[in-house]
């Protein structure tokens, strides 16, 4: 595995920003790979994490610095992501086999989040298309898996997983949009109780990923 990238290069560090607010699209200078211990999530799941934060951060780099940049011309720039996403495993490897843990489960989440929004930035797949239904079957069996006193050592992270699926929940007749924009507006209460800004710009930010998804020209 690669190691992961030290953002205190790209970004001041926040004592105010606790660790669970962390995700792919917070401001954090943190590495989430030297505290999965406490956030309660396996290494792997902490190092995809903090490959797609890592993906974000460059992204909006380059699209601040070029309003143009398109998927297809992003795409050349940025090759250890492809490769990132042809290495992750098509299905989840618990760490008890036996008997999945809420971390597993966690995993699995990440791992299914990580691919779309991979596939989305990488090759132009708008969220709402990107997510085939058996995927989101997937994820929602993983996410009714994790007990909520787990989710609530990450809700930075569960916030990060809602908001990457709900515009998939879009095209779907079966009652799930509604219930996850209920989920994914409690984790949002939840982060920004703690920490506002956090919030704002986790929002600000995810929302100038879809733009640039959706090839709309930044600030246009």
Not at 128 to 133: C, M, N, R
Not at 203 to 209: C, H, K, M, Q, W
Request: a positive charge; charged letters at 15%; glycine letters at 4%.
């Amino acid at each position: 595995m690669r190691i992961p990238p030290d953002f205190s290069i790209h970004l001041p560090h926040s004592p105010r920003i606790s660790l669970n607010m962390d995700s792919p699209i917070s401001p954090s200078a943190r590495t989430l790979t030297a505290h999965s211990h406490l956030l309660g999530i396996l290494k792997p799941t902490a190092y995809l994490l903090d490959s797609m934060r890592s993906l974000t951060l460059e992204l909006l780099t380059a699209y601040t610095t070029d309003p143009t940049l398109t998927p297809s011309t992003l795409h050349p720039q940025l090759p250890q992501y492809q490769t990132i996403l042809t290495s992750l495993p098509p299905t989840p490897i618990p760490s008890t086999p036996d008997t999945p843990t809420n971390a597993d489960y966690i995993h699995e989440c990440v791992r299914l989040t990580s691919t779309i929004y991979l596939r989305a930035i990488l090759q132009g797949n708008p969220f709402s298309k990107a997510y085939p239904p058996l995927a989101l079957q997937k994820l929602d069996t993983a996410i009714m898996k994790v007990r909520h006193t787990a989710w609530s050592r990450c809700p930075g992270v569960l916030l990060w997983v809602l908001l990457v699926q709900l515009p998939a929940r879009v095209l779907r007749e079966d009652g799930t949009r509604a219930w996850y924009l209920g989920w994914c507006q409690k984790m949002g209460a939840a982060v920004g109780f703690v920490a506002w800004e956090v919030l704002v710009k986790s929002l600000e930010n995810f929302i100038r990923v879809q733009r640039f998804v959706a090839g709309r020209r930044e600030g246009g």
